[in-house]
């Protein structure tokens, strides 16, 4: 199994930065696309920003510009630089991660716990 360990979210006021990351450990054979979804209260869970193995991004188009996705292979780790934050970003971020587990052929994905990111003055 792949477990995923979220840090960084935490109360910021508008127009601040945080910098989310979120590690994964375990039986890991291969991750393939790491990403960030967001979901508010009352709201559907909604992607963020994804990023392939190749380093290829996508991201939403409110956090365009804003958001900077980027992962270190060798940590298996990926991060979320959030610049410019606005209270819409008002939020739980779950990193997801798809992988392949030692010993299977096949892909998973798997989430984190969620953090907390408040923006508010």
């Known amino acids: 199994q792949v477990q995923l360990v979220e840090s960084g979210g935490g109360l910021v006021q508008p127009g601040g930065s945080l910098r989310l990351s979120c590690a994964a450990s375990?039986?890991?054979?291969?991750?393939?696309?790491m990403g960030w979804y967001r979901q508010a209260p009352g709201k559907q869970r909604e992607l963020v920003a994804t990023?392939?193995?190749?380093?290829?991004?996508n991201y939403a188009d409110s956090v365009k510009g804003r958001f900077t996705i980027s992962r270190d292979n060798a940590k298996n780790t990926v991060y979320l630089q959030m610049n410019s934050l606005k209270p819409d970003d008002t939020a739980v971020y779950y990193c997801?991660?798809?992988?392949?587990?030692?010993?299977?052929?096949?892909?998973?994905?798997?989430w984190g716990q969620g953090t907390q990111v408040t923006v508010s003055s």
């Open positions: 997801n991660v798809v992988a392949r587990v030692v010993g299977y052929s096949g892909r998973s994905a798997y």
């Open positions: 375990g039986s890991i054979g291969s991750i393939y696309a």
């Open positions: 990023i392939t193995s190749a380093g290829s991004t």
